[in-house]
C-alpha cells in the first residue's frame, strides 16, 4: 500500500509540470472574459470562500483580450493584469493586454520557455498597471546555423566513413599484390632438382636448414610445373582435388577457383608458419600460381593419402576400439599442436581450426 501511495505521488509530480507547461503554452483558459467560468458552489458545502471565487477588486486595461462586462477598454479581475507580446503566423509581433482569472495565474505570469511560438507575457497587481508593461519578444533561435552544423556534421560523416572504406580496400589490394610479388608468374623461374631426389628428401633438407616453415618458394615453383594431373578426386566450396603425381610419387593438388584467391593466400600462409609441420597435420609440399591474367589457377599441392577422408572411410570401414582409440588420439595430437602458441625468435602462434569435421580429417596408412 506504501508502495501505491509513493507511484501515485510520482505520476502526480510528472503530471503537474505538463499540465503547468501546457497552460503556459495558451493562457486563454484563464484569462477573464474569454475561458470557461468556474463552476458554482453549492451553498453549505463550504463555508470558506476559494480565492476564484472573490469578488472582482482590480482594475485592467483591456486591448485583444477584453471580456464581455469590458467598458471603454476596461476589465476587473480577482487575479492579476497582464501584457503579452506573441508573433503571428506571418512573422508580426502584435502586443495585447487584459484581466487574468486568479486561478493559475502565478503559473501564467512565469510563462513557458517551450512555447511553440515566440511571446512574451508579464503580469502586475495593481489598478491599470499594465498600460505601462512593454514586454519584448525572446531572441529568435537561428535555425539556419543549426541546419549548417547539421549538414556539416552529415557530410564529414560520409566522409569519414568514405576514407575509412578506401583505405581498407587499397590495404587489402596491397596485400595481395605483396602476396603475388611472393608467387610471381614467371615461367622461366625454376630451380635444378636433382634426379633421384624424392619429396621427403627435400623436406627434410629444409628442416635441416633452420626456416621451419617449408621448401623455398623457386622449389614449390619447380615442383608444380612438374606435377602432372590424373584425375579429380573431390570438389569443393573453395575449388577442386586432384591426384598428381610428381617424378611417380602421388601428391594432392588442391585447384582454387580464380575468384578464391584470398581463401588460397590464407590457406598458403598458414601452411607456411614457421614450425607448422606435425606428423598430425596434412604435410604441405607447394604452392603456385600458374598461368596469364586471362586464365590463373592457383595450386595448393599437399601430400596424398589413399584411404581419403574420415567421413568416406567410416561409409566403409568398421572400426574396432584400438583402431578408434588411435583416430582420436592423433586428431587431438594434431589439434594440440595447432592450438600451442611457441615462444621463440622463430615461433608459431595458436591457430584455430574452426571447420573440424571428418570430412576434413584424412586417414593415413598407418
Not at 552544423?149 to 576514407?163: D, K, P, R, V
Amino acid at each position: 500500500m506504501a508502495a501505491l501511495s509513493c507511484l501515485v505521488v510520482i505520476v502526480a509530480a510528472l503530471l503537474l509540470p505538463l499540465r503547468t507547461d501546457a497552460a503556459g503554452q495558451n493562457p486563454d483558459h484563464v484569462l477573464q472574459g474569454v475561458g470557461e467560468k468556474p463552476e458554482a458552489r453549492r451553498p453549505g458545502e463550504d463555508s470558506t470562500i476559494a480565492p476564484e471565487d472573490l469578488p472582482r477588486f482590480l482594475s485592467c486595461y483591456c486591448s485583444g483580450h477584453c471580456p464581455d462586462d469590458a467598458v471603454n477598454n476596461t476589465c476587473q479581475t480577482n487575479g492579476q493584469c497582464f501584457a503579452i507580446i506573441e508573433e503571428d503566423e506571418n512573422g508580426d509581433s502584435q502586443l495585447t493586454s487584459g484581466c487574468m482569472k486568479y486561478e493559475g495565474s502565478h503559473f501564467q505570469c512565469k510563462d513557458s520557455p517551450n512555447a511553440q511560438t515566440r511571446r512574451t507575457i508579464e503580469c502586475c497587481n495593481t489598478d491599470f498597471c499594465n498600460g505601462d508593461l512593454r514586454p519584448t519578444l525572446p531572441p529568435q533561435i537561428n535555425t539556419e546555423n543549426r541546419s549548417h552544423w547539421l549538414a556539416f556534421l552529415i557530410s564529414m560523416t560520409i566522409c569519414c566513413c568514405t576514407l575509412v572504406c578506401v583505405t581498407i580496400i587499397f590495404y587489402c589490394r596491397y596485400k595481395l599484390q605483396t602476396e603475388r610479388e611472393r608467387y610471381p608468374k614467371d615461367t622461366e623461374q625454376e630451380v635444378f632438382i636433382r634426379d633421384g631426389e624424392s619429396l621427403k628428401d627435400l623436406i627434410h633438407q629444409s628442416q635441416s636448414s633452420g626456416s621451419g616453415s617449408g621448401l623455398p618458394l623457386l622449389v614449390q615453383r619447380t615442383i608444380a610445373k612438374q606435377i602432372q594431373m590424373v584425375r579429380q578426386i573431390g570438389k569443393g566450396r573453395y575449388g577442386e582435388v586432384w591426384l598428381g603425381r610428381w617424378r611417380g610419387e602421388k601428391v594432392a593438388v588442391k585447384v582454387f577457383f580464380t575468384r578464391e584467391e584470398a581463401s588460397w593466400f590464407r590457406e598458403t600462409e598458414i601452411y607456411q608458419t614457421v614450425l607448422m609441420r606435425h606428423e598430425n597435420i596434412l604435410g604441405f609440399i607447394a604452392a603456385d600460381i600458374k598461368g596469364s591474367d586471362a586464365s590463373t589457377q592457383l595450386f595448393l599441392i599437399t601430400d596424398y593419402h589413399e584411404s581419403g577422408s574420415l567421413y568416406d572411410y567410416l561409409k566403409l570401414t568398421t572400426l574396432d576400439v584400438q583402431v578408434l582409440l588411435r583416430l582420436a588420439y592423433s586428431v587431438a595430437c594434431g589439434l594440440c599442436h595447432l592450438h600451442t602458441e611457441i615462444y621463440g625468435t622463430q615461433g608459431k602462434p595458436a591457430i584455430a581450426h574452426r571447420d573440424l569435421k571428418t570430412k576434413n580429417i584424412l586417414v593415413k596408412k598407418n
